[in-house]
């Protein structure tokens, strides 16, 4: 296990080293000139020159590079061409409202995904399973933005039971559950679909095993016959399915935090995007990819613990 | 012997798409103490399905029909709920199966799979089940057992495997033990270590067991009465030296004559021609008389009933009572 953690944390440093690279050259490969935004749009030639020269954006795009790295290994990301101010202060004070929303979702995604999935499949072809199947179509196919949209709507502004957006209170209090609720409806409900669809099958495959026979002819409890024997079972592939998920849920909190005003990582970059601001651009996308290769950890260890005939030695 | 299972009247009915199937039918049997009945017949013929009602397993779209009968002990089966079913399975009845690759849940230790029904009917703590869990595994035969308890299933070859699920199967000391070919999927040594380790311990616990098999070898080997299937009917039950010397049953006569003859090299490999009739199939008559080479006119017509050939010994077939007629004829002459 201590070797897998070792080999991972290796294979992340390489993975972040290749994808700074890749958004750092394309970043400035890119059209758009930062010195042209900063400077306004009534700067002249000699005031960009200056600009350039300040930020460094006249050096060759590969020396700009190592000297950036070199910042980041030492937990310098630079600073926002916008405000100066540090972009790793910038993701420090954002990145809880992230975290939190995401942590929200993946729970919301999880409890939700698997409880409909396996009574899907015990209760095969009843209503409850009807409607969940369907749902569970419906909700891959919503666009998070629409969903989110709706949900205000709803919730927010006609029945007014919860804050239309905004994310400032603390996870734990009262307030900062009716935050973070709608937002995490809205960004998990497309990984509690895939999940429940996951868990469904997997459960319908291992319920008819042989050894889940062998547990009732044992006299274990029809409870403890599928909440314990089958589920367990049945979680193998759904790990992986929540693994993946969580991927792409890093992807959604852009536009979720978008429709919620969330002051999170997300809109961090996609305001550095539109401004060209590349140190938060690089900033928060290498947040993301070490987020990920965490992630994938994690799920390969738990793997593991469900699984023991897994080991990586 | 005193009588440990009785079965009257077994009938077992599926809801398929098809409409309702009933692909075992009126089938009685006794099981006794220290007995061992061995159910054969063709692949698709009911065995399996025959086991597990007893065990209260069938799959989720079958069921015992009202009319049947099924006695354990002093306890009727018949019309008891699911969990008091549950309450006996593992703990009086037992029951073992043909996969040992699969049988055993790949995600717990064999020394938590060996616990369970200790815990569940005998509620052991958790010290006293693993005492007890290191002993049966000790008694099946394996080697090492403090290490095995540990152990998680794919660490155990197939042989090891079928050990420890007649290891979980005997835990609580089951009166009744059914095993669902148990040996068909080893190797011939490991079969007969099975097959031995099986006879030593239905010794040493007094049980009933229903070995379902395909193979006549086994049979002669461990059966002390042999239950003949044909399509979801007995067609033939005798104890084991009657059943291969005497067989009465045309079917039970085309089985024997389907093994090969390891004494004698003249003797020629007949299967019997023609195959099991499809569950739903309407024949009129006998069963088996589309592929009997004996078959009369009767036959065709009319369903034999169960015909006594001694006190201990019945077959369902036509010929048997032209073969009382004539037996009473010659012994009142
Ligand atoms: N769930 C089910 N629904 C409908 N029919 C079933 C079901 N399970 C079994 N059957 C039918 O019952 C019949 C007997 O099956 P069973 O498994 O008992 O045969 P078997 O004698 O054990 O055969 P084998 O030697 O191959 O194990 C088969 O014809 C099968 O089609
Ligand atoms: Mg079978």
Redesign the interface.
Known sequence: MLGLIVRRFFQLLILLIGISLIVFMSMHLAPGDPAAIIGGPTASESDMEAIREDLGLNKPVLVQYFDYMKGVVQGDLGYSYQTNQAVTAAIITRFPNTFNLAIASMIVAVVIGVIAGIISAIKQNSWFDLSSTTIALAGISIPNFWLGSMLILVFSVTLGWLPVGGLNAPFYTLEGMKQLILPAITLGTASAAMIARMSRSTMLEVVR???I??????????KSVIWL?AL??AM?PVITVIGVNFGSLLGGTIITEQVFAINGIGRLMIDGIASRDFPVVQGTVLLVAALFVIVNLIVDIVYAM????ISYE | MEQLLDVQNLKIQFRTGEGKLSPVRDISFQVHKGETLCIVGESGCGKSITSLSL?G?LPANGEIAEESFIKLDSDELTGKS?DEL??????RM??I?Q?PM????????VGYQLR??LY??QKLSRKEANQKAVELLDKVGIPDPKKRVKQ?P?ELSGGMRQRV?IA??LACKPSLLIADEPTTALDVTIQAQILDLIEDLKQEMDMGIIFVTHDMGVVAEIADRVMVMYAGEVVEIGEVEEIFNHPKHPYTQGLLASVPNVEDDEHTLESIPGTLPNVNEKIEGCRFHPRCPLATEQCRKQAPPIFHVNENHTSKCWLQEEANINDKSTTTS
């Open positions: 095993s042989d050894y026979r062998t547990a009732r002819a044992k006299g274990v409890k029809e024997h367990r079972n193998i469900v699984d023991p005939r | 065990m397993l699911q549950r309450k006996l399975r593992g703990n037992s029951m199966f996969e699969t049988a055993l849940n790949p995600v717990f230790t369970e029904p569940i009917h998680y794919h699920m979980m199967a």
